[in-house]
């Protein structure tokens, strides 16, 4: 079986940098597997199935960072701007688990199925950057400047993500619908 779909972020994700903190994020994700179903009866089975998913999502945040600048006015000055910035966390998440189940077929287009299962993140990253995100700044005297970052993107963080490849359960009930193609 093959499983397309959107993933969210749900509650606030940590990076490695002091007050770096990325909620809301979305992602495309999806899910190869198999499954072994054995009848038991004519309308109930026992089955197993066992997937890999990929589950990887994009959040961002803002900050105002003030820095200096020094330019000339008939000598070199130098005068603190703020500066915005932009923070994005690519994460990616790698997932194989397994998980018996039992299944009911009340009618023949329509199936219930429930089981437990229990998984494990084989690979976990998160690449985080930054990047200067304006062209301008506005100094005291009024004077618009344009602003020059040595490089587009930092990456502040291209590491595992800490304490996320423990051991997981799940409870998974599902309906579904048998369409014959």
Not at 59 to 87: M, P, Q, S
Not at 95 to 107: C, E, F, G, L, Q
């Amino acid at each position: 079986f093959v499983g397309l779909g959107q993933n969210w972020q749900s509650g606030d994700m940590f990076a490695q940098c002091e007050d770096c903190v990325f909620s809301g994020g979305t992602g495309f994700g999806f899910t190869l597997g198999a499954l072994y179903e054995y009848y038991l009866w004519e309308n109930f089975a026992f089955g197993v199935a066992s997937t890999y998913r990929y589950l990887g999502f994009t959040a961002e945040f803002r900050e105002i960072i003030t820095k200096d600048h020094l330019y000339t006015d008939n000598g070199l000055i130098r005068e603190t701007v703020n500066l915005r910035f932009k923070h994005t966390a690519d994460v990616d998440i790698h997932n194989v688990s397994i998980a018996p189940y039992i299944k009911w077929t009340p009618w023949e287009f329509i199936f219930i199925r429930a089981g437990l299962g229990i998984g494990a993140n084989i690979s976990t990253n998160i690449k985080h950057t930054e990047e200067l995100d304006q062209k301008t700044a506005r100094l005291s005297n009024g004077e618009i400047v344009f602003i020059k970052n040595n490089s587009s993107k930092q990456y502040v963080q291209d590491t595992e993500i800490p304490d996320l490849k423990s051991l997981q359960l799940y409870f998974l009930p599902s309906i579904g619908f048998n369409i014959p193609f």
